[in-house]
Each structure stands twice: as structure tokens, then as C-alpha cells.
């Protein structure tokens, strides 16, 4: 069983084009080092969400026409060891990521 909390939300400067996801897409890959197991990041097909999976956790981005809203769904292992600490960080990530891409 997964559990689910939302880790952040913002406003979006505008939508997101296919350039845009590409850029979201490269910029998170190009961060799976700092990851301590492997990830997979992909669109989905059917709606505007960019989903991180990993074995313990997986981030899932929703993207609206005015808000980008980060979900993690924890396994149990997960949700035991998260930490205040942990969460900040994942933030700041994604945070990083919208600011340099001016989303």
C-alpha cells in the first residue's frame, strides 16, 4: 500500500508546451545521480503529469493550466524513514527546477 501527500504547489507563469516538458524532462534526468536508486521519469500519455518512480517513492507532477502540483506516493519503508529534512530537500529540488526554468 502507497501513501500519498502533496510536497508542493505553485502558480505556473504559463502553459506547458512540449518544449517545456522536454526541458522538465532532461533537467530531472540529468539529476538522477543524487538519487540513491534508479528512476524512471516519464510523461503520461493520456493527461499532463510527469511521473519519478523509483522503488520507495515516486513524485507525480500535475501540471494545469495555472498550477503545478508535486505528489509523492511513499511505500511504507518510505513514510517511516521521511523526514522534515527529506521533504525540504525533494522542495528545493523542484523548486530549483521551476525557477531555472522559469515555469
Do not use: C
Amino acid at each position: 500500500m502507497a501513501w500519498k501527500e502533496t510536497l508542493y504547489e505553485r502558480p505556473l507563469k504559463g502553459p506547458i508546451d512540449a518544449p517545456k516538458r522536454a526541458a522538465i524532462q532532461e533537467a530531472i534526468k540529468g539529476q538522477r545521480h543524487a538519487s540513491l536508486t534508479p528512476t524512471e521519469v516519464a510523461w503520461r500519455d493520456d493527461r499532463p503529469e510527469l511521473v519519478i518512480r523509483s522503488k520507495w517513492i515516486s513524485f507525480i507532477v500535475r501540471f494545469t493550466h495555472e498550477r503545478m502540483v508535486v505528489d509523492a506516493e511513499l511505500s511504507l519503508a518510505a513514510k517511516m524513514m521521511a523526514t522534515d529534512a527529506n521533504r525540504r530537500q525533494a522542495v528545493q529540488f523542484i523548486e530549483s527546477v521551476a525557477v531555472d526554468l522559469d515555469l
